[in-house]
């Protein structure tokens, strides 16, 4: 798979496979118990206490939590039933198995607009559907789309089901100048439109702000002491690797500083 990373400094990668190689290398003389392939069933956080689904049950003196965010969803008829059945995840790494085929992109900003123009390098027609009156795409992104013959844009417009058998067939479009949705015919769909953090587990416990992100303060700890938030899901400003490995960094010697003192 080549998706490369180049904004982690100190690393080129092919893709994040190959980065998290990297950073494990780091850890293999660390002394720590790792807990894979289990999840979390409960967790009381003013008693920094966990519950995994395995039955086990761990005892913290401090919690730091990097749950990072998942893709928002549509929430339409269609959008879990075709995954992995026209339903792609990614314009870079699942294009060629949609290569001579129509597809519809859902979102207007900066990883929709990429999305697209990849994918039109591979498919004949590229619909890109947006809710807003115009793209958030950044200039770069939105002049090429403008000047590729292969991609059409629908703004003002949503898709309001995904349509087909045992694969997609066509998307469901309702305009805002239309009186009813059309159905466009296509075989494949990407949507992005943005993500939202994993914080439901944390939701009556912790400070959050009106989009769901932990709210924290300059040493990345909650409104719990000795609970922190690090990485993605405490930082909708600026979602990137160098930033969550630097609020890790930061809630990591807060922890031990604390706990050198005594402070529990």
């Known amino acids: ?3 490369p990373i180049s904004n982690y400094l100190g690393l080129n990668t092919q893709n994040g496979e190959q980065l ?4 494990n290398r780091s850890l293999e003389s660390a002394d720590f118990d790792q807990w894979t392939e289990t999840s979390i069933a409960s967790v009381d956080l003013n008693a920094r206490k966990i519950a995994l689904e395995s039955g086990e049950q761990l005892q913290a003196i401090a919690i730091i939590i990097a749950t990072g965010v998942r893709r928002r969803q549509l929430g339409i008829d269609g959008e879990h039933r075709f995954i992995g059945k026209g339903i792609i995840e990614s314009g870079s790494r699942d294009r060629e198995q949609l290569a001579g085929r129509d597809v519809c992109v859902v979102g207007g900003g900066d990883a929709a607009a990429e999305n697209a123009l990849l994918l039109a390098e591979v498919c004949p027609t590229v ?6 009156k115009k793209l958030r795409a950044r200039r770069e992104f939105t002049e090429k789309l403008q000047t590729n013959h292969c991609i059409t844009v629908f703004t003002e417009s949503v898709v309001t089901r995904i349509i087909g058998d045992d694969n997609v067939q066509a998307v469901e479009i309702l305009r805002k100048e239309g009186l009813k949705p059309f159905q466009l015919a296509v075989r494949g769909v990407l949507i992005r439109i943005g993500a939202e953090p994993n914080s439901d587990l944390f939701r ?12 924290v303060n300059s040493e990345q700890e909650t409104s719990i002491p000795f609970i922190f938030a690090v990485g993605d899901v405490a930082n909708p400003q600026s979602p990137t690797i160098s930033t969550a490995t630097g609020s890790g960094a930061t809630a990591a010697k807060v922890i031990a500083s604390r706990l050198t003192k005594g402070s529990r």
Request: overall charge negative; proline content about 0%.
């Open 20 to 23: 998290l190689t990297h950073f």
């Open 1 to 3: 798979i080549f998706n």
């Open 204 to 215: 009556d416990q912790l400070d959050l702000d009106s989009q769901g992100y932990i709210s």
């Open 127 to 132: 619909t890109l559907v947006h809710r807003g």
